[in-house]
């Protein structure tokens, strides 16, 4: 097959960011409302600044303002992480950096799979920051070993994933129709489950240990924690979802998570060095 008849990575990982969008939309219905928050604010900031417009388009970045820029996922084992830089690698997505997170007391080491140079960095930016747990930093034996067994047992990639994988690796590029089973097959990955694969004692035992830890060892795969939009204006992104709107958002997206958006935008403005968690995010997607 001759190489123009492939996919390029970019256009595979244009098609797999724009399709994990309309999958979270569906997952948390208050995140189309964001994004049409967002794409408003952003819109009424380029109208008031013609400077900062002019520099979007000098850097061909203005058509893709709102558009998701950075996503994250926590993995189990080395091999799902081994697994998963092969996938990212067929998006033309290259770990970069390496985050201790344990430092801030947080129980992964992590790093950022993105895009590299210019050009595609300006075909989309899309990233994904991924953490891979530290079963060494669970205290509890007995409690390690469960959650390793737990582990050991599932399969996040499914076999039309790994297929294409290996056809993709063998052949050294995917053909249109084969980028597109690619990209419905890897989302289902990223899926989110509403049936845990521990019990409810297993559950609560790994909650005590840290909510991270069951977050990851109680699901069947990787979903998607987070997805985040470009925003010109964090404040007023933050100011809407306060009061009196701030009821609406809670419906949908619940408190907790609202909270979180609130808590991280709250870094952002302010001194994003005295944690080391956030520093690491935000080094990861500069």
């Keep these: 097959m001759l190489s123009s008849t492939f996919m390029s ?3 595979i990982r244009a098609a797999f960011s724009a399709a994990m969008s309309a999958m979270y939309r569906n997952e948390v219905l208050a995140y189309g409302m964001l994004m049409g928050l967002v794409a408003d604010i952003n819109a009424t900031m380029l109208e008031r600044q013609p400077g900062l417009r002019a520099r979007l388009e000098a850097t061909e970045t203005l058509d893709r303002i709102s558009q998701e820029r950075h996503g994250a996922i926590r993995l189990g084992t080395k091999a799902e992480l081994a697994m998963m830089r092969r996938v990212f690698a067929i998006m033309g997505m290259f770990p970069v950096d390496y985050y201790d997170l344990s430092e801030a007391g947080v129980p992964v080491h992590s790093t950022a799979f993105r895009p590299v140079g210019e050009e595609a960095l300006k075909i989309n930016p899309f990233r994904v ?5 530290r079963l060494d930093l669970i205290a509890d034996p007995q409690l390690r070993d469960a959650a390793r067994e737990v582990l050991s047992r599932r399969r996040i990639f499914s076999d039309g994933a790994v297929a294409l994988v290996e056809k993709a690796e063998r052949d ?3 053909s249109p129709e084969d980028g597109e089973r690619f990209v419905a097959e890897v989302l289902d990955t990223f899926r989110w489950h ?3 694969s521990v019990d409810h004692a297993l559950y609560e035992r790994l909650l005590a240990a840290h909510r991270l830890i069951a977050d990851v060892v109680s699901f069947k795969g990787p979903h998607i924690n987070h997805l985040t939009p470009r925003t010109l ?3 007023a992104v933050q100011d809407f979802t306060a009061s009196p709107n701030q009821k609406l958002f809670e419906a949908a997206l619940g408190a907790a998570v609202l909270n ?3 808590h991280y935008a709250g870094i952002e403005r302010a001194s994003s060095k005295q944690c080391l968690a956030a520093a690491c995010a935000l080094s990861a997607v500069a």
């Design 129 to 133: 920051f991924t953490s891979l747990l």
């Design 233 to 235: 204006d964090i404040d």
């Design 9 to 11: 990575g970019d256009a």
């Design 260 to 262: 979180e958006f609130e």
């Design 194 to 196: 509403e049936q845990a």
């Design 172 to 174: 050294d590029g995917l």
